[in-house]
C-alpha cells in the first residue's frame, strides 16, 4: 500500500566516495508516482567540485488516483472522484472500493469501471466530515484490482493508498492565556467559552524559569565553560588590562607584536561597550578582540575593577 507521500525521496549531506571514486546509497521510494530527479554534488580536500543529475520514473501497470482535498470542514460534502490508470495493452474491469476513518461514506463503497489499454475510468462516491478525529486527521484508503485478471496476476493489475484529509471545525479560532508565578502548586482557572467544540479545544502549559532562577542557575554554574566578559562603557580604554604581576614575558613572541597586541586588544574591547563576548568566538569580524578575549581565558592578563565574568548555560 502507497501511504507515505513525500516531496523529497532521500537526502544526506555527506556522503563519502570509496577508492574508486563511486558512492552507493539505498533509500525506499516513497509512494509517489512520479518522476524523481536525483541530484549529486561532489567536493574533494583540495576544492575539486563537480555535480550531476539523473532521473528515475516511479509507475505501476495500474494505478489509482484519489482526488482529496486539503482539508475539509466540519459539516462538508463532497464528491470524491477516483481515477483508474490502465497502462497495459489491455482492457480491463475494475472494482475500485474506499474506506474512510473520521469520515462517513454515502452511499456503496465499491465502484465497478471498464478502462480501455492504456487509458482511464473515474469512479465516484460522496463523502461527509461529519465529525473531527480527536487529532483532526481522516484518513481515506483507497483499492482497486482487475476482476477479470488472473489470479496470479491481481497484485500486478491493481493499486492501493492511503491518504490523510485535515478535518477543521466550523468556527473561529479563539486563544485564552493566563500567567502566573508558582513555587511548587498552583491551580489556575480558565473561562472557556460555552460554545467551545470539544473536538478541537486543546491546551498547552509551559513553564519557564523567572529572574530568580535563572539567575541561580548562573551562580550553580559558575565553572561553566561558557564565560560572557560584560564591560562597562566607562572603563578609559588606556586601564582596561594590564600586566598579571610583572609576569614573565613569553619570549617566542617579540616584545613590539605583544605591546601592540595589548593596545589592539584594548582598542578593540572599548568599541563594543555593554555587549557580551564568549571566549572563543568574540565579536565576528574583530579579530583583535577575540584574541585578547582568549588571552583572558589563559589568564595572560588580568581584567581590572569594572570587568565582570558571568558564566551562562551551555
Not at 484490482?145 to 493508498?161: F, Q, Y
Not at 473561562?191 to 529572574?211: C, F, K, Q, Y
Not at 568574540?282 to 585578547?292: E, K, L, N, S, Y
Amino acid at each position: 500500500m502507497r501511504q507515505r507521500f513525500v516531496d523529497t525521496a532521500f537526502w544526506n549531506a555527506n556522503v563519502l566516495t570509496g577508492p574508486d571514486g563511486a558512492a552507493r546509497i539505498t533509500f525506499e521510494v516513497p509512494g509517489n508516482l512520479t518522476t524523481w530527479r536525483a541530484t549529486a554534488r561532489a567536493i574533494t580536500s583540495d576544492t575539486r567540485v563537480g555535480a550531476g543529475t539523473s532521473s528515475i520514473q516511479a509507475s505501476r501497470p495500474v494505478m489509482l488516483r484519489l482526488a482529496t482535498p486539503r482539508q475539509l470542514v466540519k459539516g462538508d460534502r463532497l464528491e470524491l472522484i477516483g481515477t483508474v490508470n490502465n497502462r497495459t495493452g489491455q482492457p480491463h474491469e475494475f472494482e475500485t472500493a474506499i474506506s474512510a476513518q473520521g469520515l462517513s461514506i454515502v452511499g456503496d463503497t465499491t465502484k465497478k469501471v471498464h478502462v480501455p489499454a492504456n487509458g482511464e475510468g473515474t469512479v465516484r462516491w460522496t463523502i461527509v466530515a461529519d465529525t473531527i478525529p480527536d487529532d483532526g486527521q481522516a484518513f481515506i484508503t483507497g483499492r482497486t484490482i482487475a476482476s477479470d485478471a488472473a489470479v496470479n496476476a491481481g497484485p500486478e493489475l491493481s493499486d492501493a493508498l492511503k491518504v490523510g484529509v485535515k478535518v477543521v471545525p466550523d468556527g473561529i479560532s479563539e486563544c485564552i492565556e493566563t500567567t502566573g508565578v508558582l513555587n511548587q502548586q498552583k491551580t489556575v482557572t480558565l473561562d472557556l467559552p460555552a460554545d467551545r467544540i470539544e473536538p478541537a479545544t486543546t491546551l498547552d502549559v509551559s513553564i519557564h524559569a523567572g529572574l530568580g532562577g535563572v539567575s541561580a542557575a548562573y551562580a550553580r554554574q559558575a565553572l561553566s565553560s561558557f564565560i560572557i566578559i560584560r564591560i562597562s562603557a566607562r572603563i578609559p580604554r588606556t586601564t582596561v588590562f594590564r600586566r598579571n604581576h610583572e609576569s614573565p614575558s613569553d619570549d617566542s613572541v617579540p616584545k613590539e607584536s605583544r605591546e601592540s597586541l595589548g593596545r589592539q586588544c584594548s582598542e578593540g574591547i572599548t568599541r563594543v561597550p555593554r555587549t557580551t563576548a564568549a571566549p572563543g568566538y568574540c565579536c565576528p569580524g574583530d579579530t583583535a578582540t577575540t584574541v585578547c578575549v582568549n588571552m583572558i581565558e589563559r589568564k595572560a592578563y588580568s581584567v581590572l575593577s569594572g570587568i565582570s565574568m558571568v558564566p551562562v548555560p551551555a
